[in-house]
């Protein structure tokens, strides 16, 4: 791997350096940043995780981890860093920056005893030489309205109430914690991030949408959604994005998606970031009309191998010695064996002959279920020593519901 030119030095900013360093992952992603921007930037950041690379007093690259805990298959959640904000100046590209601030990263997800590191990719093939494998995979969808109708109509659409930002910042968060705690690979959401994500509304951020809605059912669901007014030939255009729709019950999640489907002078309805084994695939009646586009994964890292395995439970009862290379992290590297059953797991270091091969990128890759390890052997990702050594590891990685995180970070 690159090494890092000795005139580059990287540490935590300070609160002064906040402003530059906003300034400085702009323009590493090449938008613009408004001042206020920078006070919102900072009520999410942890300014010990907030990392710069600096050449003397300038910021040439930058990296900060968010701190979450994730959802996991039958387990409680588990402390995950949340690597954004990755960048580096133009001008000092392709000479071990990123590589430098990812072993920062790395390491203070270690130090803080984070099983595991979750980031979104701005280009798939940057991670995986870090230990990063594309595990929880979503789905983009969109349908028109005339086609929008559930097989069978929902009832609660008259518990449904249209509340202001205020009173869905004081029902909503206790929705989404429900479901994060059944729900794999799901980060959850401090007050500082609801706060970040609904406590304003820029026109700026609205992308010529306007203004959020907040739909709710009291302490059962809730979907945000914003319309982009349109008409065409006299007669109404419009589309309605849903920003996020979360549910505790499925009569709830019907009802909320019967009022975002069936509103009236809506044309388009779309939603991005959903889960793959998403209800409303099946729901609605005409399903040939519900277009659905793989999306974004969500990055996963076992940052401590033996802590990831068994924070966990298992979908069978199996025992699988692993042989897993890993980099970046040599208390990962090695063999493992691991004792899987629908109550927990062990892991403990093995001398024994392996039964799979693997980069620590394609276990995180399988882990949380959402990609199968035949499909990874098919796609010759991982070597299995024994036949049906990759089905094994399919069904005892197996979760339902699949892994989902319903937000970019
Ligand atoms: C992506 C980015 C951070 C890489 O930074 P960098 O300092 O140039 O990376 P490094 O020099 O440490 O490169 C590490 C390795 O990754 C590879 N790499 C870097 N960027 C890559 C990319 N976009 N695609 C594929 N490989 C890439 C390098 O070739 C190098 O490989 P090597 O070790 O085999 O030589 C930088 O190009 C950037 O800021 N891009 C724009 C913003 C962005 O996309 N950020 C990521 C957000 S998720």
Redesign the pocket.
């Known amino acids: ?2 090494a890092l030119d000795p005139a580059f030095t990287i540490r935590a900013i300070t609160d002064e350096e906040f402003a530059a360093y906003a300034r400085q992952v702009a323009l ?2 090449g938008e613009g940043l408004h001042d206020d921007d920078i006070d919102r930037y900072r009520s999410i950041a942890d300014l010990d995780r907030t990392f710069a690379c600096y050449e003397g007093d300038t910021i040439i ?1 930058t990296a900060e981890n968010l701190t979450f805990t994730m959802g996991l298959p039958g387990g409680a959640p588990a402390g995950c860093a949340g690597l954004t904000a ?3 100046h133009p001008t ?9 601030l990812m072993r920062t990263t790395l390491d203070d997800a270690h130090e803080r005893g984070e099983p595991f590191a979750a ?5 798939a ?2 991670y995986g ?1 870090f230990g990063y494998g594309p595990a929880a995979p979503t789905v983009n969808l969109a349908i028109d309205r005339p086609w929008g109708r559930l097989r069978r109509p929902a009832a609660a659409v008259d518990e449904i109430r249209l509340v202001d930002a205020e009173e869905a910042l004081a029902t909503c968060p206790a929705v989404y914690d429900r479901v994060q705690a059944v729900t794999p690979g799901m980060m959850s959401r401090s007050a500082a991030l609801w706060d970040y994500a609904i406590g304003s509304d820029l026109e700026r951020h609205r992308r010529g949408f306007g203004p959020r809605a907040h739909a709710v059912i009291d302490g059962r669901g809730y979907a945000f959604y914003r319309i982009k007014e349109g008409w065409s030939e006299n007669v109404p255009d419009s589309t309605l994005r849903v920003v996020e729709l979360m549910a505790t019950d499925a009569e709830a999640y019907a009802a909320l998606w019967q009022l975002c489907l069936q509103m009236d002078l809506i044309a388009h309805v779309e939603a991005t970031l959903r889960p793959p084994d998403e209800p409303l695939q099946l729901a609605v009646d005409d399903t040939a009309r519900l277009r659905a586009r793989v999306s974004e994964p969500l990055y996963l890292r076992l940052v401590q191998l033996d802590a990831a395995l068994t924070s966990r439970s298992y979908a069978t009862a199996d025992s699988v010695v692993l042989d897993v290379r890993d980099a970046q992290c040599p208390w990962n590297d090695g063999r493992w064996r691991l004792e899987t059953s629908p109550d927990g797991a062990t892991c403990e270091r093995s001398a024994e002959e392996p039964d799979v091969t693997l980069d620590t990128a394609e276990l995180a890759t399988c882990f949380l279920g959402g990609v199968r390890a035949s499909v990874l052997g098919r796609a010759r990702r991982i070597e299995q020593h024994g036949d049906g050594v990759l089905q094994r590891l399919d069904q005892l990685f197996s979760a339902d519901p699949a892994p989902w995180n319903p937000s970019l970070f």
């Open positions: 791997m690159t590493q992603f690259g990755v960048g580096v000092r590209r392709r000479r071990g920056i990123l590589t430098a980031l979104y990719a701005s280009e093939p940057i030489r």
